[in-house]
């Protein structure tokens, strides 16, 4: 186990609706970096807090939208959700700086939009 | 845009066996890859890695090639078992902390007994 927890495990959802995420860092981590996980796909990179701040930013819409809180735990946060946002969203969490190749993944949570 | 991608989706193997994932990349500048591992229902796990100054790395069991030339690297699984049987992805990091991957759709390792 990598000590990144992630709630809730499942979740679904109607379209149009709002969600929220919730991810806990591995303890001494401050860096957390959320993915979107369609069926059958590599995970898509949607953005990255570092120490509170957005760090960087996939191909994801405004719609999609994070915070990092001071104990470095995270929320993803996705409004007016659409059919296909149905897909597995991990987080990840590492200690950030230029060495630092290792990230931790969480779980996931599943969500499914119908 | 830059991309990295598996040569094949699946890959069977018998128990014991060596098995070898394939990774292509595009970007000429990429200098670090991580292999990863996940299993149903998890998250991926961190395996290997490798930067550009090396042309080989080994692990507990595995091994990654990195061939700069053809853009090109390979995981290496000695003995395989059936424990090995996963999804396998090769990522490149696009920042400099090594923690915004580009994943390839990933090659599902089979390993029957």
């Known amino acids: 186990e990598t000590g990144v927890t992630q709630s809730p495990t499942h979740l679904i959802k109607t379209r149009g609706q709002q969600v929220t995420l919730r991810c806990s860092s591995q303890s001494g981590h401050n860096t957390v970096s959320w993915y979107q996980q369609a069926l059958g796909q590599g995970p898509q990179f949607i953005f990255q807090?570092?120490?509170?701040?957005?760090?960087g930013r996939g191909n994801f819409p405004p719609r999609f939208s994070g915070l990092q809180f001071p104990n470095y735990s995270s929320e993803l946060n996705v409004n007016a959700l659409e059919l296909d946002d149905s897909a597995l969203y991990l987080c990840?969490?590492?200690?950030?700086?230029?060495?630092?190749?290792?990230?931790?993944f969480g779980p996931g949570t599943r969500l499914t939009v119908t | 845009g830059e991309s990295v991608g598996l040569h094949l989706p699946t890959l069977s193997v018998q128990e014991g066996d060596n098995s070898i994932i394939n990774c292509a990349y595009s970007n000429s500048a990429s200098d670090y890859f991580i292999w990863y591992k996940q299993e149903s229902g998890k998250g991926p796990q961190f395996i290997i890695d490798?930067?550009?100054?090396?042309d080989k790395r080994q692990g507990q069991r595995v091994t990654v090639l990195l061939n700069k030339t053809v853009k090109h690297l390979s995981l290496q699984i000695a003995a395989t078992q059936p424990g090995d049987s996963a999804v396998y992805f090769c990522?490149?990091?696009?920042?400099?902390?090594?923690?915004?991957?580009?994943f390839g759709k990933g090659t599902t390792l089979s390993v029957s007994s």
């Open positions: 807090y570092y120490r509170e701040e957005e760090n």
């Open positions: 490798i930067r550009s100054n090396m």
């Open positions: 990840a969490s590492s200690l950030g700086g230029l060495d630092s190749g290792e990230q931790y």
């Open positions: 990522a490149d990091p696009h920042n400099q902390a090594g923690t915004a991957l580009i």
